[in-house]
């Protein structure tokens, strides 16, 4: 079975650090992408941004470039989300997921998907 | 930046016939994918590639396309069906992946 298993929940003051976790396994962790996913309390879902294990290539949406950093230790099958300074703002649901991609030669058509994913780590800032 | 637009709420009766839509001008390109999330869980993959099923899904969950919209249907809509519905594409480059706002799906 393919799984992912997130760390636990955390709670953080304003200004501190953390990293939080995904482990993979069922399957070949160095061969798929792993997403990071947020969803802040009431709201939906925002991708983050994606992690190659096998070569830890990394590509990031624009809203969290520079706020974040994504990693992968291929040696653990674990994916890291990381922040070096936490704000209020940072206060919300942070989902892993597998992220699959598929190129239709026929039609020049891309695919991304996300499954499965993680139980998510909720992440709470407050001073 | 890119973006789906998705309804913000659909309501059906059981055994209904109820659609989410999602549009997004690089949808002729890229196809979705779509997510059930139900509260207090994580998403679930209901449908990718427009309308591949995974396995696992019921039959009722279909997708399809046509120019800038995709649309999820589930027919014969069950009381277990109430969650959040997020459809989920990419940008024209590919680069960017983009998720719709969301849409709550009330089983009446």
């Known amino acids: 079975e393919v799984q992912l298993v997130q760390s636990g929940a955390e709670v953080k003051k304003p200004g501190e650090s953390l990293k939080i976790s995904c482990k993979g396994s069922g399957y070949s962790f160095t061969s798929y992408w792993i997403g990071w996913v947020r969803q802040m309390p009431g709201k939906g879902l925002e991708w983050m941004g994606i992690v190659y294990p096998g070569d830890s290539d990394t590509r990031y949406s624009p809203s969290f470039q520079g706020q974040v950093i994504i990693s992968a230790d291929k040696s653990i099958s674990t994916a890291y989300l990381q922040w070096s300074s936490l704000k209020a703002s940072d206060t919300a649901m942070y989902y892993c997921?597998?992220?699959?991609?598929?190129?239709?030669?026929?039609?020049?058509?891309?695919?991304?998907?996300?499954?499965?994913w993680g139980q998510g780590t909720l992440v709470t800032v407050s001073s | 930046s890119y973006e789906l637009t998705q309804p913000p709420s659909v309501s059906v009766s059981p055994g209904q016939t109820a659609r989410i839509t999602c549009s997004g001008d690089a949808l002729p390109k890229q196809y979705a994918s779509w997510y059930q999330q139900k509260p207090g869980q994580a998403p679930v993959l209901v449908i990718y590639k427009d309308s591949e099923r995974p396995s696992g899904i019921p039959e009722r969950f279909s997708g399809s396309s046509s120019g800038t919209t995709v649309t999820l249907t589930i027919s014969g809509v069950q009381a277990e069906d109430e969650a959040d519905y997020y459809c989920q594409s990419a940008d024209s480059s590919g680069t960017h992946v983009v998720f719709g706002g969301g849409t709550k799906l009330t089983v009446l």
């Open positions: 997921a597998r992220h699959l991609y598929y190129f239709d030669t026929s039609t020049s058509t891309t695919s991304n998907w996300f499954d499965p």
